[in-house]
């Protein structure tokens, strides 16, 4: 299995901040990364596939970049509604993994 | 806009077997998309338990691969998920999930059921 680790695991910011977030890969996954969004009590989100497509609907305050092993998420401009966990998921290879998540909090 | 929905039991006994039946809405389960099912837990976070495709077709993560059977019902637009000889390791938040998949085969959760919770314990 194609192990994603995250980092960091949490953080702490406030709005208006820019946020990174980085995922790595146990191997090289080329482009076939995606991010998603969590809030409590609900499903997850996507925000960015493929490293760096934004998802229809996503505010463009939300960046992807990377490819092979490391891969970022950036969040510009930290707004209310973006304290949530962030997580990242291969789609490389059966079985799809995701990576333990980062909680970005006050 | 798909809306999936999952239902099932929420308590199942040890050694039992979990069912749940995620039913969608809005979009047709023969389009050309991959159904799937993840679980969330406190200590292993999310993990993707298997899909399936409109023709029958499966993938299942190796992990669970020989306890966990995913069907589906065309005629009744639902898939279901049973996973067989539970313990309490088994208990998580499980979701339904639809694939969308571009045209260079990247394939990303795009439509999500809210979850159901399924405690294992007698």
């Known amino acids: 299995d194609i192990q994603m680790t995250q980092s960091p695991s949490s953080l702490s910011a406030s709005v208006g901040d820019r946020v990174t977030i980085t995922c790595r890969a146990s191997?090289?996954?080329?482009?076939?990364l995606n991010w998603y969004q969590q809030k409590p009590g609900k499903a997850p989100k996507v925000l960015i596939y493929?490293?760096?497509s934004l998802q229809s609907g996503v505010p463009s305050r939300f960046t992807g970049s990377g490819s092979g092993t490391d891969f970022t998420l950036t969040i510009s401009g930290l707004q209310p509604e973006d304290f949530a966990t962030y997580y990242c998921?291969?789609?490389?290879?059966?079985?799809?993994?995701f990576g333990p998540g980062t909680k970005v909090d006050i | 806009q798909v809306q999936l929905q999952e239902s099932g039991p929420g308590l199942v006994k040890p050694s039992g077997t979990l069912s749940l039946t995620c039913a969608v809405s809005?979009?047709?389960?023969?389009?050309?998309?991959?159904w799937s099912w993840v679980r969330q837990t406190p200590g292993k976070g999310l993990e993707w338990i298997g899909e399936?495709?409109?023709?029958?077709?499966?993938n299942h993560n190796p992990s669970l691969k020989s306890r966990v059977t995913i069907l589906l019902d065309k005629s009744n637009n639902q898939f279901f998920l049973t996973l067989s000889s539970v313990t309490a390791a088994d208990t998580a938040v499980y979701f339904c999930?639809?694939?969308?998949?571009?045209?260079?085969?990247?394939?990303?959760?795009?439509?999500w059921g809210p979850g159901t919770l399924v405690i294992v314990s007698s």
């Open positions: 809005g979009g047709s389960i023969s389009s050309n998309n991959w």
């Open positions: 399936i495709y409109h023709s029958g077709s499966t």
């Open positions: 493929a490293a760096s």
């Open positions: 999930a639809r694939t969308q998949t571009t045209s260079w085969n990247v394939g990303y959760f795009d439509n």
């Open positions: 191997q090289n996954i080329y482009s076939f």
């Open positions: 998921q291969q789609c490389s290879s059966i079985p799809f993994t």
